[in-house]
């Protein structure tokens, strides 16, 4: 604070203590512009600490294959519920090393359209996700057996994560904020089935050991998606 700002700071604190005992508290405000902006800065960055860190730019170098080329996952929920919600949203540009105000629209639209996700407590259905995903991979020979514990071990990891659950700000004028929680725990689900990729899928070499060594960091599988 300003030497200036400090004797007015002061002059306040004085003129504060002369209000009669009856006045509850006295709110005791830098008058000065630049002292206000300080707060105003010091206010948004811990808001920032609180949405899910975001992929830094290295996440998305230093690798000249994708996930699908080291690790081809067949799909967890039916191509035409994620086509339709993908003509609905469009799904957030990712710019390395920026915070996130909100999660994927398309990610929420799918879980809604499963009755996994129910907006106004922002939970998500376990059950409700687990028997939509067996149903469409669960009868796969190599990552059938996997799946149940994933979403369990997900779930629990996902929905108890306090930066998951932050009020997402909308970046649509007219809309709600989406959720941070359904693209968390697909995220979370792949990037364990990609982890743990069965010997059978897994092309391995240098380039797909560098991809896991990424999310072991805590890159998202997005970023290595491609």
């Not at 106004?120 to 149940?148: F, H, P, R, W």
Request: glycine residues 6%.
């Amino acid at each position: 604070m300003t030497s200036i700002a400090m004797s007015a700071f002061r002059s306040s604190a004085r003129a504060c203590r002369t209000i009669s005992r009856k006045t509850p508290r006295c709110a005791l405000v830098p008058p000065l512009a630049k002292d206000k902006l300080a707060l105003f800065k010091m206010k948004g960055f811990f808001e920032a600490k609180g949405q899910p860190p975001p992929d830094s730019k290295s996440c998305f170098e230093g690798a000249t294959r994708k996930a699908p080329d080291c690790c081809p996952l067949p799909p967890l929920i039916e191509k035409n519920i994620v086509d339709d919600c993908r003509e609905k949203y469009i799904d957030l540009k990712i710019v390395p090393g920026a915070k996130r105000r909100e999660g994927s629209c398309i990610a929420q639209c799918v879980f809604h359209d499963i009755k996994a996700f129910n907006a106004s407590s922002n939970t998500l259905d376990k059950e409700a996700v687990e028997k939509v995903i067996l149903q469409t991979a669960g009868s796969n020979e190599d990552i059938g057996s996997m799946l149940s514990k994933i979403i369990s071990d997900c779930h629990g990891r996902v929905t108890k994560n306090p930066v998951f659950l932050i009020q997402p700000i909308s970046t649509v004028p007219g809309r709600a904020g989406c959720s941070f929680l359904p693209q968390a725990l697909i995220n979370c689900i792949k990037t364990e089935l990609f982890t743990n990729c069965p010997s059978s899928l897994w092309f391995g070499g240098p380039e797909c050991d560098k991809l896991k060594q990424k999310l072991s960091v805590g890159c998202s599988f997005s970023s290595i998606v491609g």
